[in-house]
């Protein structure tokens, strides 16, 4: 994901910073293929798309406003929402 060339505003609204990291999330989610599975198969889901993730968060830390209260938190419950939770039905020990 490359980063913008212009200074954008950021985002402080937390609505926007949540729909933001989701769409990131779903983003890793899309472009990392049957790892996402594997990984939640094999609990070993942050060695294999761990890359992504971060670079997922880097490209938010960059668009949301650090002075929002849980902007990271919010980042956190998008990986869990849309990377672990969407794939609730993998046969995995963790669950």
């Avoid at 200074?7 to 989610?29: F, Y």
């Avoid at 919010?74 to 929402?81: M, N, R």
Wanted: proline letters at 5%.
């Amino acid at each position: 994901m490359a980063l913008p060339a212009e200074p954008c505003p950021l985002i402080s609204d937390p609505h926007r910073a949540r729909r933001l990291a989701r769409v990131l999330c779903q983003d890793v989610a899309l472009s990392t293929g049957d790892q996402v599975r594997l990984g939640l198969e094999k609990d070993d889901l942050f060695d294999r798309v761990g890359r992504d993730i971060e670079q997922a968060l880097v490209f938010y830390r960059h668009r949301v406003d650090p002075a929002l209260a849980d902007a990271q938190r919010i980042f956190e419950w998008a990986v869990v929402d849309m990377l672990v939770y969407a794939h609730r039905r993998v046969g995995t020990h963790i669950w």
